[in-house]
């Protein structure tokens, strides 16, 4: 069974600050994802990283693949109020494998 | 946008009920899932469903099945309700088992069994 390890579980923090979550295995994975679920709500995709090293931006949210395609971390420049909400990641084994495994979350406060 | 509609957001039960959770989605997806989240443990896979009348156990089936009759809906059954079957429960869908599977989630169905 693949594992996915995320930290913090739990980070506090005041607007303006930035912050960094991290997403890590000891398995490969064909892809990784990173979503964020609102109180109340279901998860929303924010993006699926592909390639090993990978960086992609989403305004001020920049994601980073691994370069063994094991690990990944969210990085969220000037935080906002709006970016409260549980951050998960979630891999793609691959090899014929379609079900995604999940972390545990990382539940972000970000204080006004 | 795709929208995946649970069809409550709130449930109470006794122990030892029959529960169905239901779940439909407009987009024409292939695969559906169930999944519990509860504080700790993240989001584990119950069911799951490729086609029409087709499941597979996801990770911790026990207690649980379900029925895909037609391809919009997909429902999950607790046979006889139990205390530890309190939880978050989440439906999803996606388009097809390639790769890169982006799941689309409904806004989840809170169960408490009393």
């Known amino acids: 069974t693949q594992l996915l390890e995320q930290s913090p579980q739990f980070l506090s923090i005041q607007e303006g600050e930035n912050l960094t979550v991290y997403c890590n295995s000891s398995s490969v994975f064909s892809s990784l994802q990173w979503y964020r679920q609102e109180p109340g709500e279901g998860p929303v995709l924010l993006v699926t990283?592909?390639?090993?090293?990978e960086v992609k931006k989403l305004k001020r949210l920049t994601f980073q693949f691994g370069d063994a395609r094991k690990d990944s971390s969210l990085h969220i420049t000037a935080a906002q109020p709006g970016d409260t909400g549980l951050y998960l990641c979630?891999?793609?084994?691959?090899?014929?494998?379609?079900?995604?495994?999940f972390g545990k979350g990382t539940k972000l406060s970000v204080i006004p | 946008d795709v929208k995946v509609t649970q069809s409550s957001r709130y449930l109470v039960k006794r122990t030892g009920e029959k529960v169905f959770l239901e779940c439909v989605q407009d987009?024409?997806?292939?695969?559906m899932f169930w999944y519990r989240q509860d504080p700790g443990l993240g989001l584990r896979l119950i069911y799951f469903s490729y086609d029409v009348k087709m499941k597979e156990k996801g990770d911790i089936p026990e207690g649980y099945s379900v029925s895909r009759e037609k391809k919009e809906r997909f429902s999950l059954i607790l046979e006889s309700a139990s205390t530890n079957q309190t939880s978050m429960y989440l439906c999803?869908?996606?388009?097809?088992?390639?790769?890169?599977?982006?799941?689309?989630f409904g806004s989840g169905t809170q169960l408490s069994v009393l």
């Open positions: 979630a891999g793609e084994p691959g090899a014929g494998s379609y079900q995604l495994t």
């Open positions: 999803a869908s996606s388009f097809d088992g390639v790769t890169n599977e982006k799941l689309f």
């Open positions: 990283v592909v390639t090993g090293g």
């Open positions: 987009m024409d997806h292939e695969n």
